[in-house]
Every structure is written in C-alpha cells, then in structure tokens.
C-alpha cells in the first residue's frame, strides 16, 4: 500500500469520526427544535453540552490533513464551496454561542430565540455536509486545469439534495439515540420514537439515493462488484441496518448506538470505495478528476505527516475516550448547568 492510499484512507477515517461524533451533536440540536418542555430543553442541552467542541476537532483536523496531503483537492473543493463553507462556519459559531448566552437571562424571549438559534444552528450543517457529499458523488464541474467552473446555486440540485436529507435522517437517528441514554421518562421514550422513525426514514433515503446514484454517477459502479471490500463493508452495513431496531426495542441504546455509528461508517466507506483513487470526479470529464495521485503533496511531506499522525491520533483518541468516560451517564441538571 503506497502513501497515497494510506492518506486517503486516514481522511476517510477523520471524516467517519466527525460524522459519528458530531453527529449526535447535530442530530440532538435538531431535536431540541421540537422540545416544549424547559426541563427537556436543558438536558439536550447539557447532554452535548461537554462533549460537542471536542467532537469538532475531527472535522478540523479531516480539514488540515487535506489541505497537507491533498492541497489541490483542497483548493478545488473550497473555492467551490465557498459560499456554503461560509454558511457553515456561521451555523456552527451559533450553535456554540446559542449554548453559553441562552442561560444568562431569565426571559422566556431570550431563551426562546437562543432554542432556534441552536436548532437552525444544527440542523444547516446537518444538510451541508450531505450537500458536498451528493456534489462530489455526482461530480464537480472542473476543468482540464483542476479549476471549479460552476456555481453556488448549481451545488443546489436535486440530488445532492437528496444526499442532503439522508445526511439530515442519518444525525437525527444518532442523535435520537444518544439522547435517549442521557435522558429518562417521556423524553427518553420520545428520542426512541425519534430513533425508530428517522431509521425508517434513512433506509427509504439510501434506496433512492443508491438508484438515483445508478442513473446519474454509473461510474462509481464500475468494477465495485469486483472489489472484495465491498462486500464486507456492505454486509457490515446491511447488518447494522437490521440489527438497529432490534437493539432499539429491547433498550439496549448502547448496542443501538453502536449500531447506528457503524452505518454512518459503512455509507462513507462504500462512497470511498466508489471513489477510490478519485478524490473529486469531474462532471465535465472524469479525465480532468482529482485524483490521490495528481492532487498530493510530494513523498517526503507524506511521510512526515504520517509520522505526525500516528503520535497524535492515539491522543485524540484516548482524549475522546477519557472525557466520554468522565461525563457518561444520565444527565443530572444543577445550578452551573445550561
């Protein structure tokens, strides 16, 4: 296996993190636009309320490892998306501030607007990253140059829409589920109706995504049924889908949870695997696609940053693993709480 491969893989990895982590972040922040009662409100609040910064270091660092190992993807992808990683950047600083400003007046008004601010807050991203995901899966238009040569309002179209509502369904279930292990009474039973509903309503999504995906990007097909991954991850992922609500009714939400972040990982593997070596098909000319061969940094900063990786990914890892460990359980509201 040659650098190459092993950098996109690691990319792979980063963004099957921000999705698993931060997805409950978004998906409870989706949820929370539903919530009546004040006392629920909190709990969603408090139950992301430790985790959801740390959670975002994934898509920070998935960002700086693209820009070190792929630049020209980097630069292709983010002078396209501009507009939308605009859009993104706003959404999240007003989930964040939404958290820390909603508890500092005790007005019904206040805490009101800061509700939507941290539903709207939530639920954009939520779409966005399905948005660049169905663009990139359909093909961007470049040029022989590895130039982007469409626009924002073209970004917009109906399928990568539809990839935009799958992303939507697949953060709302996780979410749903992780809320349901913070929270307890009616609220709990509630997130599981919500866990039960957005996995129905994900597995409609894939079907018609995966058909219209046949229709409008055959070439993510070619030579798939050859490649023994993607059998296993497939089954992986078949499993997962079946097994969820089972988990689901019988109250086990830690399996069902670990069940749901094993169907963000397969959808992502298989769209990598459908990929791979191409990193950014070209709709104008797949010929003109940025590939992990014509868009990387040069060996030498590959094997440095390699290095770097494998110091510091066992320390995030073991950072995530100690905070969840510290603030697992139930959410306990108290005066210092959101």
Known sequence: MDLNTIWFILV??????????DGFDLGVGILHLFTKDETE??????????????NEVWLLTGGGALFAA????YATVFSGYYIALMLLLLA?????????????????????????????GSLLPSILFGVAIGNILRGLPINEKGLFTGTFPGLLNPYSILIGLLSMAMFIMQGSVYLAMKSAGSQKKRAEAAASASWIALISLYVVA???????????????????????VFVLLLSAFVYFPVA????????????????IASMIGLMAISLFPRLVPSGTNLAYSLTIYNSSSTPATLTVML???????PAVIAYTAFIYKVFKGKVLLSEESY
């Open 210 to 232: 995966t058909l219209s995906s046949i229709i409008i990007s055959p070439f993510l097909f070619e030579g798939l049924l050859r490649n023994p991954l993607f059998y296993i």
């Open 12 to 21: 792979g990895v980063l963004i099957m993190g921000y999705a698993i982590l």
């Open 248 to 263: 689901l009714k019988a109250g086990k939400l830690k399996i069902a949870i670990i069940s749901s972040s094993v169907i």
């Open 307 to 313: 290095i770097i990786a494998l110091i510091g990914m």
């Open 92 to 120: 999240l600083i007003l989930r964040a501030i939404s958290m820390e400003f909603r508890s500092k007046v005790e007005d019904s008004g206040w805490r009101r607007f800061w509700d939507y601010a941290f539903g709207i």
């Open 41 to 54: 409100k909190r709990i969603s609040l408090n139950a992301i309320g430790p985790v959801w910064d740390g």
């Open 70 to 73: 792929f630049p020209a993807v």
